[in-house]
């Protein structure tokens, strides 16, 4: 755990966009769907729709994973999504906050490396459930 210190809504941003390649990160509630917090969003983006669109796109993947794997218990941890433009990371957790949250960063498809941006996302979800 890097400096092992609890996060707090903002700091978890903070650090989600210290991960080199990182363009812009929002926290999600799974729930409603809404952003919680954003890292100032590309301009032209609407962060509630996004978070929206973001949030069914998980839900529609674990739907679509729950019927391919009947009876099993399906738990995604993270969902990555590479486009021509850059890699989408999702990590999913369960919080002390409201509800279920979920970290999504967009990461520069050229300066990124995902290995690393996901164990940072590991250490970060950690340290923000703590």
Do not use: K
């Not at 903070?14 to 100032?40: F, H, K, N, R, Y």
């Not at 996901?118 to 703590?130: K, N």
Request: include cysteine; charge should be negative.
């Amino acid at each position: 755990m890097r400096g092992g210190r609890v996060l707090g809504l903002h700091d978890c941003l903070t650090e989600v966009m210290a991960i080199p390649g990182a363009l812009d990160a929002m926290l999600l509630d799974q729930t409603s769907g809404m952003a919680v917090v954003a890292s100032g969003p590309p301009q032209g983006v609407d962060t509630e729709r996004s978070a929206a669109a973001l949030t069914e796109t998980l839900r529609a993947t674990m739907d679509g994973l729950a019927r391919s794997c009947p009876g099993d218990a399906v738990r995604i941890n993270d969902m990555l999504v590479t486009t021509d433009r850059g890699h989408h990371l999702l990590r999913l957790m369960e919080t002390v906050f409201e509800g279920p949250l979920v970290i999504y960063v967009r990461l520069d498809l050229e300066h990124s490396n995902l290995a690393l941006a996901r164990f940072r996302l590991q250490d970060i979800s950690s340290r923000l459930l703590a």
